[in-house]
């Protein structure tokens, strides 16, 4: 499976978009880009998937620029309750059922007021 | 409320206990996993369940057995643990045959004096 590469940290303030990217250079044709958010003591939650260009919902967008060796979590306006750790997965694929099951270290975002 | 419920959510055990960890998924899912979170540490993926067959065991000591009685249920039997096993134990489900999303339960906190 692609390994993914994250920052540690972020800092950032309430109101501000947040980016956040992932670099997975050896992703596979088929894999599929799955973001998820964990609070402290609490189980990791889905944010978003995609495969390319651009994908949105009600909580963020998923950046992946067309080679697909990286992208970007982008959070508009975070509030203090979006601190949290945010996790960049690769591997899912819809075709095979086989589906993106390792965590890296994930990235920690702190919001301050 | 994620339709994944962990009992119980705090655990403190001696090395010579034997406990169980218990999961529950609510969402008509037909596979099942156990990851581990550590301090500081990536979450870990132990066991994955697919329609009660265990399809992956991420070279777990056998002081952890998992049980999966039916695709609902999923148990983590304790025996032996030793202080460095101290850790967050989560519980998963997913539809399996597809590449989506994951559920998470709250997690079970161990701790292992």
């Known amino acids: 499976l692609a390994k993914t590469t994250q920052p540690i940290s972020m800092d950032s303030y309430e109101g501000q978009e947040v980016n956040i990217t992932c670099s997975h250079n050896n992703i596979a044709t088929n894999d599929y880009i799955t973001w998820y958010q964990q609070f402290p003591s609490q189980g990791p939650r889905f944010i978003i998937q995609g495969y390319k260009t651009k994908v949105t919902n009600e909580v963020a967008s998923l950046f992946i620029p067309a080679d697909r060796k990286s992208s970007t979590l982008s959070l508009p306006r975070v509030s203090l309750s979006d601190t949290a750790v945010y996790y960049c997965?690769?591997?899912?694929?819809?075709?095979?059922?086989?589906?993106?099951?390792?965590f890296g270290s994930g990235t920690r975002l702190q919001v301050q007021p | 409320e994620t339709g994944v419920t962990q009992t119980p959510r705090h655990l403190v055990m001696g090395m010579t206990n034997k406990k169980s960890l218990k999961c529950e998924q609510h969402l008509g899912h037909n596979a099942m996993y156990w990851y581990k979170q550590s301090a500081k540490k990536p979450l870990e993926l132990m066991f994955v369940y697919n329609f009660k067959e265990q399809t992956e065991n991420n070279s777990v000591p056998s002081r952890f057995s998992p049980e999966c009685p039916n695709s609902s249920h999923l148990f983590l039997h304790l025996h032996t643990l030793q202080p460095e096993d101290s850790a967050l134990y989560l519980c998963a489900s997913s539809q399996g045959g597809s590449g989506g999303e994951l559920f998470f339960g709250e997690g079970s906190r161990l701790t292992v004096l």
């Open positions: 997965l690769v591997g899912a694929t819809m075709d095979t059922g086989r589906r993106a099951l390792t």
